[in-house]
């Protein structure tokens, strides 16, 4: 089951996640960023860093709100951190009370459970690295990343599942709910091995979203108490070092040195200083997150600040409740755990795959290999491997696109028929084209600086630079240059710049004008036949005319003729 996967609708491109991510676990597959379950230590760290917040985290919400309607024993297994993120800790309890759950259980008490058997192991096996394995972001990268240091995990399983197994024995049939900050928890709660025990994981910022939805406070409730409470060695867990407190007899009976470390950059370094046998015998306290599981990734907002909840948890782990609920009874419970090294094989690939790769970025040399780590990876070599491996896409380099996209603006200014200058808010030249340079006889290294009426009338530009508002497609004659252009000046307000672009229309002017000259000669032809030709009508209708009449005297002549000789 896909547990933790990115929102696609929101994801932007801006490649955080896998800068963020310490085992480079994101996919992009068309420009859409995926967690590859098979890397991912569920850390959390790309959910929190992501700007757009596109994170789609499966919730059990539904399952907890479905077991409760059904009459289930819903018991909530609240983990030691809780404490730090409220102040009325006893109100967030009646709060998870009235939201339905049945009993209240402190994981705090499977913690000392937990202790307890990292002590006997300690004395019994010696060691020389004991590493406590409660944070499961820690053991998966320790099994997957650095598998032969998975050997110093001590083989219990971690507070929650110690809690949820003794809770189960009592009563099998319950159903179980973690309640934490933490986000690997809900991977712990499915990995193979662990089916059953717990049956739900609901994130502190989940409870705060149903405590909203049924307009729930809890630092306004009457306060209660557990049903089943720790001590203080379990409620001091959630604290950088709290293990080892602990365990602080045995540590130094044993001579061992302790380490705690917080966070994956440190946590690391120290796994790379044991595979090396750089460290001396030591007790290694591994957390996954920057002060431990206070600072885990899961919070509701407008929390405490961090440190806030750090008091909050050292205060309450010597204060106590105001009673004592009863205690979690372990008696003979199997907590033993497994940490099989489970790694991660990377394919290798020849040289010239990589080279070749290399090229599609624009990396021809070493010079071109910036390592700016925009992409995420920490140098191009592993950001080609990661191309190869399907992980990641060439257009991921951003100086690359950046190089590409202002190489094809170069090509277009360069190349382009029309005459483009770039004035200053001063209105001097601060670019033009090879084509302007040509038209207007003056290289740009002559006249950059100079105002653009060294070149040509400013009144146009002097216009819009006061307006701000951009004049398009305006016919404009530049008689001492003997062209015509079509000119746009337009206003750029981001840096109050103009950008001027003239588009030549002398040729077609000249075209016109020649058809129109045509135009007038061919009417003056015409009026010259149609004036002939009214003449010539003219002429014949009068020699017409003329011989009409003649014809006519004639034969009046020829009647009287023949009326005489009829007497």
């Known amino acids: 089951m896909r547990l933790l996967d990115f929102s696609e609708a929101n994801c932007k491109n801006c490649y955080k996640c896998v800068r963020g991510c310490p085992v480079k676990a994101i996919r992009f597959r068309g420009s859409q960023a995926e967690i590859d379950e098979q890397r991912c230590i569920a850390c959390g760290k790309c959910f929190v860093i992501c700007p757009q917040n596109a994170r789609n985290i499966v919730s059990d919400t539904m399952k907890v709100k479905q077991a409760i309607g059904e009459g289930k024993q819903v018991k909530a297994l609240i983990a030691p951190s809780f404490a730090g993120f409220y102040r009325n800790r006893g109100g967030f309890l009646t709060a998870l009370r009235k939201l339905g759950f049945s009993e209240i259980i402190e994981v705090a008490a499977g913690a000392e459970m937990v202790t307890e058997r990292y002590r006997r192991f300690m004395e019994e096996n010696d060691p020389k690295y004991a590493i406590s394995s409660c944070c499961p972001t820690v053991y998966m990268y320790m099994r997957r990343y650095t598998p032969t240091t998975a050997e110093y995990l001590m083989p219990v399983v971690s507070p929650m599942l110690a809690t949820g197994k003794a809770v189960k024995r009592d009563e099998v049939d319950c159903f179980t709910v973690f309640i934490g900050p933490c986000l690997s928890k809900k991977c712990e709660m499915v990995s193979y091995g662990n089916e059953g025990i717990i049956d739900a994981v609901l994130t502190l910022e989940e409870i705060s979203h149903l405590l909203s939805e049924e307009g729930l406070d809890p630092e306004v409730l009457e306060p209660s108490v557990p049903d089943v409470t720790a001590g203080k060695r379990g409620r001091r867990y959630p604290v950088a070092g709290g293990i ?24 690391r370094e120290v796994l790379k200083e044991i595979e090396d046998g750089s460290l001396d015998k030591a007790y290694i306290e591994l957390s996954a997150c920057s002060e431990s599981c206070i600072g885990g990734p899961c919070v509701p907002e407008n929390s405490l600040p961090v440190f806030a909840r750090k008091q909050n948890v050292k205060r309450f782990s010597v204060m106590g409740w105001e009673s004592e609920g009863r205690a979690l009874l372990d008696g003979n419970i199997d907590i033993s755990g497994t940490y099989a090294p489970t790694p991660i094989v990377s394919r290798e690939y020849p040289e010239s795959d990589i080279v070749a790769t290399l090229a599609r970025m624009g990396k021809f040399s070493k010079g071109d290999e910036l390592n700016c780590s925009a992409c995420g990876y920490n140098s191009c070599r592993d950001k ?65 600086g100079f105002p653009i009426s060294y ?9 819009v630079a006061k307006s701000k508002r951009s004049n398009l497609n305006k016919r404009t004659v530049y008689d001492e240059y003997g062209i015509v252009v079509v000119q746009s000046t337009v206003f750029l307000d981001s840096s109050n710049q103009l950008l001027i672009i003239m588009s030549d229309i002398t040729d077609e002017e000249k075209r016109r004008d020649e058809l129109q000259s045509m135009k007038e000669r061919t009417l003056k032809i015409a009026q010259k036949v149609i004036d002939r030709q009214m003449t010539a009508a003219h002429e014949i209708a009068s020699l017409l005319g003329e011989t009409t009449a003649e014809t006519k005297i004639a034969l009046d002549k020829l009647k009287e003729l023949v009326l005489m000789e009829g007497e």
């Open 384 to 448: 080609a491997k990661a191309v190869l491996e399907g992980m990641s896409e060439v257009e991921m380099c951003l100086p690359f696109m950046r190089t590409k996209a202002e190489h094809m603006s170069d090509i277009i200014f360069s190349n382009s028929p029309n005459y483009i200058f770039l004035l200053d808010e001063e209105l001097c030249i601060h670019q033009m084209n090879p084509s302007a340079e040509i038209v207007f006889g003056r290289r740009i290294d002559e006249v950059r």
């Open 455 to 463: 070149v040509a009338d400013d009144a146009i530009f002097e216009e």
């Open 244 to 267: 080892a407190e602990g365990l602080s007899g045995t540590i130094d009976r044993m001579g061992y040195d302790v380490i705690k470390v917080e966070g994956m950059t440190e946590i």
